[in-house]
């Protein structure tokens, strides 16, 4: 684990750094419950990165001219639903 975020809704992401230079986070709700790993199909710098509700990531990329753009990543189930944090 080299980062932990906590949406305002309670979504927990925990960002485990994989070899090769990737990542994956592990997302859990309010209650601590595992919900799933999340793999980003963009590779997002290491600098900051922030968690909204809703299940949106939010961090900085390059394009192939080195230049840094935002990108806003949502999380959706496999039906392409949103993800709400459920109450405990």
């Given at each position: 684990?080299?980062?932990?975020?906590?949406?305002?809704?309670?979504?927990?992401?925990?960002?485990?750094?994989?070899?090769?230079?990737?990542?994956?986070?592990?997302?859990?709700?309010?209650?601590?419950?595992?919900?799933g790993a999340v793999v980003p199909e963009?590779?997002?710098?290491?600098?900051?990165?922030?968690?909204?509700?809703?299940?949106?990531?939010?961090g900085v990329a390059k394009d192939a001219?080195?230049?840094?753009?935002?990108?806003?990543?949502?999380?959706?189930?496999?039906?392409?639903?949103?993800?709400?944090?459920?109450?405990?």
């Amino acid at each position: 684990m080299d980062h932990f975020d906590i949406a305002r809704d309670g979504l927990a992401w925990v960002r485990n750094r994989l070899p090769g230079g990737t990542f994956t986070w592990d997302i859990f709700d309010a209650c601590g419950r595992y919900l799933g790993a999340v793999v980003p199909e963009t590779r997002l710098d290491w600098g900051p990165i922030a968690v909204g509700e809703g299940g949106t990531l939010f961090g900085v990329a390059k394009d192939a001219l080195d230049t840094e753009y935002v990108v806003r990543m949502s999380l959706r189930t496999a039906a392409g639903e949103r993800v709400e944090a459920l109450p405990c």
